[in-house]
């Protein structure tokens, strides 16, 4: 069965540094990865997507993540945090349809 | 473009009561679909449907109705409204049909249904 993992019910990091948000999957095939971020009594938004090529992906908002196949992971990144990234966030590979990860809680503090 | 415009924003019902969560894009998208949110769950998805008058099941479809008599609109039914329904619900769309879906998803705001 396709499955997606996000291991850390919450992320905590000081502003400027540099974060990461985990993701691994379980599937046959190669799915299409995308991350969507939730801000607060809103709808999920679109950050960044894998479709195929470079294994490095820029997204929204100074957002990126790296795919690495052997690994079946698709961790999102940013270089520099800041307190408005604070959010949740989902991994969401598509085997056919999309599969949702239980979500990981991103606290940047000042 | 209003994108994904999800009617009301919340509701309160009682056991049994039933109700039609209302859903409809401006984007001309052939994808629709219906998740629940879940603390701790993330979201698991209920109908979707690849286009106007085809629908199917997701993870949880018991307990909801859907149908697609047009390529905007995509209603949710209730039937018998049970506490276990209590939840956030969200409509999305996208561009991509079939084995082909390398488009994200646009989500409305939600629905935050209570069921007492």
């Known amino acids: 069965a396709q499955s997606v993992a996000q291991p850390e019910d919450q992320v905590n990091v000081a502003e400027g540094n540099p974060l990461t948000v985990k993701c691994t999957y379980s599937?046959?095939?190669?799915?299409?990865l995308f991350w969507y971020v939730q801000y607060p009594n809103r709808g999920l938004q679109f950050l960044l997507k894998y479709i195929t090529g470079d294994n490095l992906v820029k997204g929204s908002y100074g957002f990126e993540a790296e795919f690495n196949k052997s690994q079946t992971s698709f961790h999102l990144k940013k270089p520099s945090a800041l307190v408005s990234d604070s959010a949740l966030y989902f991994c969401?590979?598509?085997?056919?349809?999309?599969?949702f990860g239980s979500g990981t809680k991103l606290n940047v503090k000042p | 473009n209003a994108g994904v415009t999800q009617t009301p924003k919340f509701q309160v019902l009682k056991t049994g009561q039933s109700m039609t969560l209302q859903c409809a894009q401006d984007m001309n998208h052939e994808y629709m679909s219906w998740y629940r949110q879940d603390p701790g769950m993330g979201l698991r998805l209920i109908h979707y449907s690849v286009g106007a008058g085809i629908t199917d099941q997701g993870e949880v479809p018991n307990g909801y109705n859907v149908s697609r008599s047009t390529t905007e609109d995509f209603p949710l039914r209730l039937l018998s409204a049970a506490p276990s329904q209590t939840s956030v619900y969200f409509c999305?769309?996208?561009?991509?049909?079939?084995?082909?879906?390398?488009?994200?998803?646009?989500f409305g705001n939600g629905t935050r249904l209570t069921v007492t």
């Open positions: 999305a769309s996208s561009y991509s049909t079939g084995a082909a879906y390398n488009s994200p998803l646009h």
């Open positions: 969401a590979p598509n085997f056919n349809k999309f599969y």
């Open positions: 599937v046959s095939g190669n799915p299409y």
